[in-house]
């Protein structure tokens, strides 16, 4: 008897752990559709589902139209409800929708419908994916302050947050987010219809909308002040003491988060509204937000999870990628804890994943530690979290750390970026910051790629128009950071040098500060010695090698 009891226990348990891990949220269930058979929508009618300006975004970077991005067929959405289940959020690119429902009797039957592949978080996620797809190092301190005293009092407490990045340089530019949408995935934007850094915003129609997915209505203002703290370190304008990176950019902003809990649906969420972001033709995402543990535990990732092709939400943020977003993902705060790794989205192979500085350049303590579960680098880049200059919830400059806030200051930076060079793809772009970073050489796992220098990743994408990673390794530069002198090697591999070929040292203004022909070929390589560099102030300066059709770059640092 015992025994029989032992066993209806376990069986008892079995269900009911079933029941827990269909569950997405308390009474909040996720459907897996198994086709969009007889659809309406059609890939050669895109008009129907995406805007303009997310259809000009596909054909400037030659992004084909498929399957996914067709809307799920409305008909099995109607007879979903007929049964009398709830729909919340639906989802084109994962063909799943969430549902509230406390009919547990309805639920379990579910699987028996033709056109549902199952219920609850599905085994074959990673299908979805492969469809689409694609402490150690000394910092390099910036020991000029190439700025004016102008430049201090109009950023006012922000200043070092955007100097450290050189993005005062391409403000001056004339780069400040003009044409560019960036949408806000986060928890709530607490007043910004009413705060003073938001004045500008408002006044020059920056918001082009809002939505909350969770309550699914449009009252973004009243929820949590994460994401008006987010968007502040963008968008805020109070001279001489708050200037967001990207004040003159255009906003969406979107409400996916449930601060007070923590469920798996949160990832659903965010995928809906980047789904919703592209349909709007947005340039960049920005998301503070990062999964690995939830309420309920049987949701929780393992490490082993963060490979890019696991989490909901980094399959999603990869998605978001291959329609041509820029997705700018913070790395997460739990470098101090034992989880201490990255969270989901930051894992994402195609997004840029953002750690924190503090204003000395060292890394936050709290900021999450790489490498994927496959051993590649994140974060990617980082920038000053610890703390940032945000706005308070009583309308007055504050500070606030985490990379939630580091996360946005480069995406910020990144639509500047993107605004000067709209020609090159989000991957191009993201590539330009990493190569800008003060450690590109010598990636780590707690710095990635470093910090970046989108002063001079402008000036490069000046110069080369575009990369040709099959011949970069051709040119090296040593020693670097260099003082009195460097040496620039030229591996011409059996390629005769022509006469005409020369080195051209540019100042991140775009000048050239020197010029000088290359030595003769000696076997497959050739050295010039550049010696005569006393009147070239400390900084960083790009050197460009023309040899015939080669053009080569590198990026060096004077001490």
């Not at 400037?60 to 007879?79: G, M």
């Not at 910051?433 to 050489?441: F, G, H, L």
Request: proline share 4%.
């Amino acid at each position: 008897m015992k025994k029989i009891s032992s066993l209806i226990i376990i069986i008892a348990i079995t269900i009911i752990s079933g029941q827990l891990s269909a569950q997405v949220s308390p009474d909040h269930y996720l459907i897996n559709l198994a086709d969009k058979n007889n659809t309406p929508y059609s890939l050669d009618n895109p008009e129907s589902f995406l805007s303009e300006r997310a259809i000009l975004r596909r054909q400037r970077y030659k992004i084909p139209y498929s399957e996914n991005d067709l809307p799920v067929n409305p008909a099995y959405l109607d007879s979903l409800k007929v049964l009398g289940l709830k729909i919340v959020n639906v989802s084109k690119w994962f063909n799943s929708l969430t549902v509230y429902s406390k009919d547990t009797l309805l639920l379990d039957t579910l699987d028996k419908i033709s056109f549902v592949k199952s219920v609850g978080l599905s085994s074959s996620l990673k299908n979805l994916k492969e469809e689409e797809s694609k402490l150690s190092i000394p910092i390099e301190k910036k020991e000029n302050n190439n700025f004016d005293s102008s430049d201090y009092y109009f950023y006012g407490d922000s200043f070092r947050q955007i100097e450290m990045l050189e993005g005062h340089n391409l403000h001056k530019a004339g780069y400040k987010g003009e044409g560019m949408l960036i949408a806000v995935l986060d928890a709530g934007f607490y007043k910004v219809d009413e705060l003073p850094a938001f004045d500008s915003i408002r006044q020059n129609n920056q918001i082009v909308g809002v939505y909350d997915f969770v309550d699914r209505d449009d009252m973004v203002y009243d929820a949590a002040s994460h994401g008006m703290q987010v968007l502040s370190t963008m968008a805020g304008n109070i001279p001489n003491q708050l200037v967001g990176t990207a004040p003159k950019a255009k906003y969406l902003l979107l409400r996916t988060e449930q601060a007070a809990t923590e469920y798996i649906i949160e990832e659903h969420n965010w995928v809906v509204a980047a789904e919703y972001a592209d349909s709007l033709g947005v340039d960049v995402i920005n998301s503070s937000l990062g999964y690995n543990d939830f309420d309920d535990t049987l949701q929780n990732h393992t490490y082993a999870d963060m490979d890019g092709n696991t989490a909901l939400i980094s399959i999603g943020a990869d998605i978001a990628a291959s329609k041509g977003i820029l997705v700018v993902t913070s790395a997460g705060n739990e470098g101090f804890s034992d989880w201490k790794y990255i969270s989901a989205p930051a894992d994402a192979d195609s997004v840029l994943s953002i750690g924190a500085v503090t204003p000395e350049e060292s890394i936050a303590y709290f900021s999450s530690r790489g490498p994927t579960v496959d051993n590649r680098i994140k974060p990617d880049v980082c920038a000053m979290g610890m703390p940032s200059v945000v706005s308070g919830t009583n309308g007055s400059v504050s500070t606030s750390s985490g990379t939630s806030f580091s996360g946005p200051i480069i995406a910020g930076m990144v639509a500047c970026l993107w605004q000067a060079h709209p020609e090159l793809n989000n991957m191009q772009i993201i590539d330009a910051v990493k190569r800008s970073a003060n450690r590109y050489s010598q990636p780590d796992t707690i710095y990635g790629y470093g910090i970046p220098d989108f002063y001079a990743a402008h000036i490069y994408l000046n110069t080369i128009g575009s990369i040709d990673e099959s011949v970069e390794h051709l040119l090296n530069v040593f020693p670097n950071p260099f003082k009195d002198y460097f040496n620039v090697v030229f591996f011409a591999q059996n390629i005769e040098i022509p006469y005409n070929s020369k080195l051209e040292i540019y100042d991140l203004q775009g000048k050239i500060v020197m010029e000088t022909p290359i030595n003769s070929q000696l076997n497959n390589y050739s050295v010039t010695k550049i010696d005569q560099v006393e009147n070239l102030t400390r900084g960083i300066y790009i050197v460009r090698l023309i040899a015939n059709e080669t053009v080569l770059f590198k990026k060096v640092l004077k001490l």
